[in-house]
């Protein structure tokens, strides 16, 4: 079908709006296949869409095709395993798994993403803290390259050419670029590629056993730096799997739909711990909070499911509500997605609070994954010529952030909006490098035309 300018397979969650002359949404592998074929004889770019809550424009098809994958959908759950189509979305597989009492450990907040989006952006979110990126839950990957061959991938198999290593930040989470290591799997190259070297159109991911009790709260306090203080204290708790930050200006965006928020907080840290076999947690939790001067009594603990099921909303709905300003202004976001190694947590935040509250005071919101030394910055800019400011803003932080030996994306891709960023993190040599393996799987340059690079002159 050709779709109408406001359809929403031409925008992602950032706000940013592309054109395709055609969206096509096949029914199983084979008619992927054949799309594939197709675009290579009549050499059109193709953009592969999974549910497009993606918010770097990754999915955003800048011409050519839109192929959605919606309809690959289907999900087999095993002990130990699931199978899953590149468009299943993790709410569907975490519905499934559920009844087997497993789970898949990624949660990057937004469970209506497609599992294939995930795989191609190298997700993560909340509970990486403990569990890690979605690459490490990846047993097995079909993928169909842009000249219609059908890939079967396996832990272990090995890549059919030689990839050159890529130097990589010390950080617990990356995705900027391509994954080039030693020793690494075919299947690597393809996680984290952002739908540039190929289709991922089926998945299988590791289920791990349902923690038997879990400790859930949002704990507030009335200072930035006593909850700074609990990050450094609490990151060795053994079985934390949530320590995410929460400042002040996000706690009011998501107030009138939480009035329970109490009056003084000034920060939340929100903490999950597996504590399946663990004694006295409640009374280790009261320690911890005392010392680290927490407002106990007025924090949230989670006494059920529901509880829990409340906490992720406020989390999630933080997210949402900030998109949602965002798209009332009519401007794409300007939020930020670096990380540094632990050590330099506070550096950057400091940093980041220093620049905003000088250049955007009131305007900008500050929340993510502190235990992974990672939160994202969101600045609300009134208008258009203040958000170019923000962006200019955030481009320096990017360098900011890789200069402290960090990363210019740690989970969400750099696709269109954001692939200036992949000059600041590799140099001109490494980056023809990572071109080279796109020419290799991709003669055409067909797959996610604009996304990571600027498509070369001799191709446009
Ligand atoms: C409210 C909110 C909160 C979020 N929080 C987090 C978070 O905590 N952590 C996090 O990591 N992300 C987060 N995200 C971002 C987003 O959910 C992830 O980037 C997710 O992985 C995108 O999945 P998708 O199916 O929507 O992909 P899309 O947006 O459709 O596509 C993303 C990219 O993957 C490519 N792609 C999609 N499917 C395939 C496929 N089958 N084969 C090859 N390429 C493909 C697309 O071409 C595009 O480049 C959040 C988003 C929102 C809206």
Same mark, same amino acid.
């Given at each position: 079908?050709? /779709?109408?300018?406001?359809? @929403? #397979?031409?925008?992602?969650?950032?706000?940013?709006? +592309?054109?395709?002359?055609?969206?096509?949404? /096949?029914?199983?592998?084979?008619?992927?296949?054949?799309?594939?074929?197709?675009?290579?004889?009549?050499?059109?770019?193709?953009?592969?869409?999974?549910?497009?809550?993606?918010?770097?424009?990754?999915?955003?098809?800048?011409?050519?095709?839109?192929?959605?994958?919606?309809?690959?959908?289907?999900?087999?759950?095993?002990?130990?395993?699931?199978?899953?189509?590149?468009?299943?979305?993790?709410?569907?597989?975490?519905?499934?798994?559920?009844?087997?009492?497993?789970?898949?450990?990624?949660?990057?907040?937004?469970?209506?993403?497609?599992?294939?989006?995930?795989?191609?952006?190298?997700?993560?979110?909340?509970?990486?803290?403990?569990? +890690?990126?979605?690459?490490?839950?990846?047993?097995?990957? $079909?993928? &169909?390259?842009?000249?219609?061959?059908?890939?079967?991938?396996?832990?272990?198999?090995?890549?059919?050419?030689?990839?050159?290593?890529? /130097?990589?930040?010390?950080?617990?989470?990356?995705?900027? +670029? #391509?994954?080039?290591?030693?020793?690494?799997? #075919?299947?690597?190259?393809?996680?984290?590629?952002?739908?540039?070297?190929? &289709?991922?159109? *089926?998945?299988?991911?590791?289920?791990?056993?349902? @923690?038997?009790?879990?400790?859930?709260?949002? &704990?507030?306090?009335? =200072?930035?730096?006593?909850?700074?203080?609990?990050?450094?204290?609490?990151?060795?708790?053994?079985?934390?799997?949530?320590?995410?930050?929460?400042?002040?200006?996000?706690?009011?965006?998501?107030?009138?739909?939480?009035?329970?928020?109490?009056?003084?907080?000034?920060?939340?840290?929100?903490?999950?711990?597996?504590?399946?076999?663990?004694?006295?947690?409640?009374?280790?939790?009261?320690?911890?909070?005392?010392?680290?001067?927490?407002?106990?009594?007025? =924090?949230?603990?989670?006494?059920?499911?529901?509880?829990?099921?409340?906490?992720?909303?406020?989390?999630?709905?933080?997210?949402?509500?900030?998109?949602?300003?965002?798209?009332?202004?009519?401007?794409?976001?300007?939020?930020?997605?670096?990380?540094?190694?632990?050590?330099?947590?506070?550096?950057?935040?400091?940093?980041?609070?220093?620049?905003?509250?000088?250049?955007?005071?009131?305007? #900008?919101?500050?929340?993510?994954?502190?235990?992974?030394?990672?939160?994202?910055?969101?600045?609300?800019? @009134?208008?258009?010529?203040?958000?170019?400011?923000?962006?200019?803003?955030?481009?320096?932080?990017?360098?900011?952030?890789?200069?402290?030996?960090?990363?210019?994306?740690?989970?969400?891709?750099?696709?269109?909006?954001? $692939?200036?960023?992949?000059?600041?993190?590799?140099?001109?040599?490494?980056?023809?490098?990572?071109?080279?393996?796109?020419?290799?799987?991709?003669?055409?340059?067909?797959?996610? $035309?604009?996304?990571?690079?600027?498509? @070369? *002159?001799?191709?446009?």
């Amino acid at each position: 079908m050709r /779709p109408e300018p406001d359809s @929403p #397979y031409l925008a992602d969650a950032s706000g940013m709006r +592309g054109c395709a002359s055609e969206v096509l949404i /096949p029914e199983n592998e084979a008619a992927l296949a054949q799309i594939l074929r197709d675009a290579t004889a009549t050499n059109t770019p193709v953009t592969i869409s999974g549910s497009g809550t993606g918010v770097t424009g990754g999915r955003v098809p800048d011409g050519g095709w839109l192929v959605s994958l919606e309809r690959l959908n289907s999900i087999r759950i095993e002990k130990g395993f699931a199978v899953c189509g590149a468009g299943a979305s993790l709410a569907a597989i975490q519905a499934a798994a559920a009844p087997t009492k497993q789970f898949y450990a990624p949660d990057p907040t937004e469970n209506s993403a497609s599992i294939g989006g995930t795989v191609s952006t190298n997700a993560s979110g909340s509970r990486s803290f403990l569990y +890690g990126d979605t690459r490490r839950h990846i047993r097995a990957l $079909r993928v &169909v390259l842009a000249n219609g061959e059908v890939l079967a991938l396996r832990r272990g198999d090995k890549p059919t050419f030689e990839i050159p290593v890529l /130097p990589a930040p010390d950080v617990k989470k990356n995705t900027a +670029g #391509y994954f080039m290591r030693e020793g690494m799997d #075919y299947m690597d190259l393809f996680i984290g590629a952002d739908g540039t070297l190929g &289709v991922v159109s *089926e998945v299988e991911v590791t289920l791990l056993d349902t @923690p038997k009790n879990l400790f859930t709260g949002v &704990v507030f306090f009335d =200072s930035d730096e006593r909850a700074l203080t609990a990050v450094d204290e609490w990151r060795p708790v053994a079985g934390l799997r949530m320590l995410e930050y929460v400042d002040k200006a996000s706690l009011d965006v998501v107030r009138s739909r939480f009035p329970e928020i109490p009056a003084e907080a000034y920060v939340a840290l929100m903490i999950e711990q597996d504590v399946s076999g663990s004694d006295d947690v409640e009374e280790a939790w009261l320690d911890r909070l005392e010392t680290s001067g927490a407002l106990t009594d007025d =924090s949230w603990f989670a006494a059920s499911a529901t509880d829990r099921e409340r906490f992720r909303r406020f989390r999630h709905g933080l997210a949402e509500a900030v998109n949602e300003i965002i798209r009332q202004r009519g401007l794409m976001k300007a939020n930020s997605d670096f990380a540094v190694p632990l050590g330099k947590s506070r550096d950057i935040l400091r940093l980041y609070r220093e620049t905003l509250d000088r250049e955007f005071p009131g305007q #900008y919101v500050i929340f993510g994954h502190i235990g992974d030394a990672h939160v994202h910055i969101n600045v609300l800019p @009134p208008n258009k010529a203040e958000w170019e400011r923000a962006m200019g803003l955030m481009k320096e932080f990017a360098a900011a952030a890789v200069a402290m030996g960090g990363t210019v994306s740690a989970e969400h891709g750099l696709g269109k909006r954001k $692939r200036d960023y992949l000059k600041l993190q590799f140099t001109p040599d490494q980056i023809e490098t990572m071109m080279g393996v796109k020419r290799r799987l991709d003669p055409q340059w067909l797959l996610g $035309r604009g996304t990571l690079f600027e498509a @070369p *002159e001799t191709i446009q």
